[in-house]
């Protein structure tokens, strides 16, 4: 199975900064690749699928960019909802995978 | 809107099978397929299977393959999670999830039930 990679594992961020996660996977996945944020006793969110396309209602801060093996997650000026931890997903080949998050924190 | 109402916590022994369900509503529920996917404590995310909600026909990672059933009451909208012979490692959060991809068995997930945790501990 394809294995998904996080760095960095844990991000500290002042609010009203940038941020940005990156996420590598084992082998291509083109453009099959999703970003969820998760914050504390919930389930995670989708922001970003097919690498770079926001989620309904996702504020334009978030934004997705990447191709094949190498994505990234931009959050341009952190808000204080922001914080929670972060985890890529590919759905290109079975089974889908998820990286072991980045949590962003204060 | 969707919404996905899953069954409440549970507490099992070592050995012992549980059964977690995932009421669906906001949407015709055979058109979607719903995913199983779980987080034990500290750790990532992992996919353990899907079901056509439709056909009821249904596919698992293989590290859940011998003991994992995942199947479906259309009429109740409702979508469950067994899983048999329970160790420590399965102590974690359960939750169903469905996505754009229609009834495809590897897809994004749009929509997430709250969770269901699972403590198996003698």
């Known amino acids: 199975e394809i294995v998904m990679t996080q760095s960095p594992a844990t991000l500290s961020v002042s609010p009203g900064e940038g941020a940005t996660l990156s996420c590598r996977a084992s082998?291509?996945?083109?453009?099959?690749l999703a970003w969820y944020q998760q914050k504390p006793g919930q389930a995670p969110r989708l922001l970003i699928q097919a690498a770079s396309s926001r989620a309904t209602g996702i504020p334009a801060r978030f934004s997705g960019s990447g191709s094949g093996t190498e994505f990234t997650l931009t959050i341009s000026s952190l808000q204080s909802e922001d914080f929670a931890v972060y985890y890529c997903q590919q759905y290109y080949n079975w089974p889908q995978t998820f990286g072991q998050g980045t949590k962003v924190e204060i | 809107q969707v919404q996905f109402l899953q069954s409440g916590a549970e507490v099992k022994k070592p050995g012992a099978s549980v059964k977690v369900s995932c009421k669906a509503s906001?949407?015709?529920?055979?058109?979607?397929?719903m995913h199983w996917v779980r987080q034990a404590p500290g750790q990532r995310l992992e996919w353990i299977g899907w079901?056509?909600?439709?056909?009821?026909?249904?596919k698992y990672a293989p590290k859940f393959q011998d003991r994992v059933t995942i199947s479906r009451d259309a009429s109740a909208t409702t979508a469950y999670l067994e899983l048999s012979g329970l160790t420590s490692e399965d102590t974690a959060v359960y939750f169903c999830a469905s996505g754009g991809g229609g009834m495809a068995t590897i897809t994004h997930f749009d929509y997430w039930g709250q969770g269901t945790l699972v403590t198996v501990s003698s």
């Open positions: 079901l056509n909600a439709d056909y009821g026909n249904t």
């Open positions: 082998e291509s996945v083109r453009s099959k």
């Open positions: 906001g949407y015709t529920f055979t058109t979607y397929a």
